[in-house]
């Protein structure tokens, strides 16, 4: 049986996780086997990562997670290592297979001593305070040293995930200890790879510990992989023409932000939609045109003049660099009546968080940032950031429509009534945080609408294509990528 192996296709709850915890020991694999199996994934990791470090501190606390950090202790000092463990709360207060591996490292003679402000951290250290059983704000004491230890800048390994680090949600609980590496066991859950969880998180390693019983529970969602995705588009005859690849209507463009909507353009260009028109003002067609002459840009200082090009089109983008004038109000409004498929971006949907009737006509994808999100909720960023995975479902159900909720580890909802499970895209990285990235995600949405995809899988295919494309363009350093440069990536991955 492979003890870790690359990082599953569907996510779990940590409540959900305990259930499979628990059908896996009823079908017969006890408890501390699996503990034994959890310690030596991550010994494994440590040997790996670390492998001459010699010295290893393990910091335990009173649950199973401990237990997996006392085994852990167990195989390092029989390599040889100088292993110190210090507790918190106390051993008695352990129970069932904890215990037993509290035994194990007594039986082992390892240096065991309850931990206080003094105690010295050293060498690697195996975080084994807390796992999936934390409930509520992380107590004092467990908090004091969970900040000596991210102040200590020593290698940290994080048992299952990091302590205080809420699993579900991938918000810290007070505080939570920020690890190089996190072994995690028997299912991934979201709170690794979503909101603050992968800056906690490290390097990512998924220990399977032992095959998932057939009548698993179902998942609570899925982790987009780009190898699903094959065929997804419609394949080129060699009698196309480009008819068949539609015809991709991007709206936006206020003066002094012409930058948004030429790359929106560009971007749906290279990701294969047969045609490409613009509205935007007149200021912006000359620039428009020298970048990318393919275009068909209409410059309207009416709104009204509009009314024809949307007849010709077979998808809408709205929002790159739209601003929230008067002449955006009116292209805003003309858009939403259309019941053609949409992309609703930026002040798209702070139009949209303004308005009286959320009713929105035809098949929609929202793509907001938290912020954005937030208004659409009528909440506070923070709201938003402190359950991710709520908001973004909350948001589909409410605009009845597809929801990419942006910033790390995006996630994907709707449209309601559709079958698909809620998505999460775990690629992607801190250096696309720079502005144009949301406008080459709209344009890339747009033309995979123009291709034929319906809303929901635009949302998802588009999520990963565009991380993936961030990845690439990160290669040479996540400093200085530029929005742009994710275009020709964008183009390489969809074909
Ligand atoms: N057989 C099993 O159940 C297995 C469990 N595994 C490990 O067990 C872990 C789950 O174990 P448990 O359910 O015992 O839970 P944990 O070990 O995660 O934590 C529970 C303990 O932490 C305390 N606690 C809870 N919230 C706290 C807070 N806010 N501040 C301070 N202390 C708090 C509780 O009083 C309890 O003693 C997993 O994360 C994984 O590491 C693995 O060994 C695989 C097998
Ligand atoms: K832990």
Redesign the pocket.
Same mark, same amino acid.
């Given at each position: 049986m492979p003890m870790s192996s690359r990082l599953p296709a569907v996510f779990y709850s940590?409540a959900q996780?305990?259930e499979l !915890?628990?059908r &896996?020991?009823a079908g017969g694999i006890p *408890?501390?086997e699996?503990?034994q199996?959890? #310690?030596t994934a991550v010994w494994e990791a440590v040997l790996q990562r670390w492998p001459g470090a010699a010295r290893l501190t393990v910091l335990c606390?009173?649950?199973?997670?401990? *237990? !997996?950090g006392y085994l852990v202790g167990v195989l390092a000092q029989r390599a040889g290592w100088q292993v110190t463990v210090y507790w &918190?709360?106390a051993p008695e207060?352990l129970?069932g !297979?904890?215990t037993l591996a509290w035994q194990a490292a007594r039986n082992e003679g390892l240096v065991i001593k309850p931990w206080c402000a003094e105690a010295e951290l050293a060498g690697v250290v195996v975080d #084994?305070?807390?796992?999936? *059983?934390?409930?509520?704000? @992380?107590?004092p004491?467990?908090?004091e040293l969970i900040e000596q230890l991210n102040r200590s800048a020593l290698p940290v390994v994080a @048992?299952?995930?990091p302590? *205080?680090l809420d699993?579900d949600t991938g918000v810290p609980?007070?505080v939570a200890v920020r690890a190089e590496l996190t072994v995690t066991?028997?299912a991934l859950k979201p709170g690794l790879l979503t909101a603050q969880g992968p800056d906690h998180v490290g390097r990512l390693v998924f220990a399977t &510990?032992a095959r998932l019983p057939e009548d698993v529970p179902p998942a609570l969602g899925v982790r987009l992989r780009l190898g699903d995705w094959r065929d997804c588009l419609p394949a080129r005859p060699r009698a196309a023409h480009k008819g068949l690849f539609g015809h991709v209507l991007l709206v936006g463009g206020e003066r002094g932000m012409g930058g948004a909507i030429i790359l929106a353009a560009q971007t749906a260009l290279r990701s294969g939609a047969g045609r490409v028109s613009v509205v935007t003002r007149p200021e912006h067609v000359a620039a428009l045109l020298s970048r990318c002459p393919e275009v068909m840009v209409h410059g309207l200082d009416d709104p009204a003049a509009m009314a024809p090009l949307l007849e010709q089109a077979s998808c809408l983008v709205i929002g790159p660099g739209l601003g929230r004038s008067d002449w955006a109000r009116s292209l805003w409004r003309q858009i939403l009546a259309s019941e053609l498929p949409k992309v609703l971006d930026a002040d798209a949907l702070n139009l949209l968080a303004e308005a009286e009737v959320p009713g929105l006509i035809g098949p929609c994808l929202l793509t907001p940032h938290p912020a954005e999100a937030a208004r659409l909720l009528g909440l506070d960023t923070a709201a938003v950031q402190a359950d991710r995975l709520v908001a973004v479902q909350r948001l589909a159900e409410r605009y009845a429509s597809a929801v990419v909720l942006k910033g790390v580890g995006s996630l994907i909802a709707g449209p309601p009534g559709g079958e698909r499970p809620l998505a999460l895209c775990s690629d992607g990285n801190p250096g696309m945080a720079v502005a144009g990235m949301g406008d080459v995600l709209s344009g890339l949405a747009g033309a995979l609408l123009a291709q034929g995809l319906d809303v929901g899988d635009a949302g998802r295919y588009a999520v990963l294509v565009h991380a993936l494309a961030g990845d690439q363009a990160a290669q040479a350093g996540q400093r200085g990528v530029l929005a742009s440069d994710l275009i020709e990536p964008i183009r390489q991955l969809l074909n």
């Open positions: 940590a996780t305990r !915890d628990a &896996l020991i *408890g501390f699996l503990m199996r959890a #310690a606390g009173t649950g199973n997670n401990a *237990g !997996d &918190l709360g207060q129970r !297979d904890a #084994a305070l807390l796992g999936t *059983g934390l409930s509520g704000p @992380v107590r004491q467990y908090a @048992v299952d995930l302590s *205080g699993a609980q007070g066991f028997i &510990l």
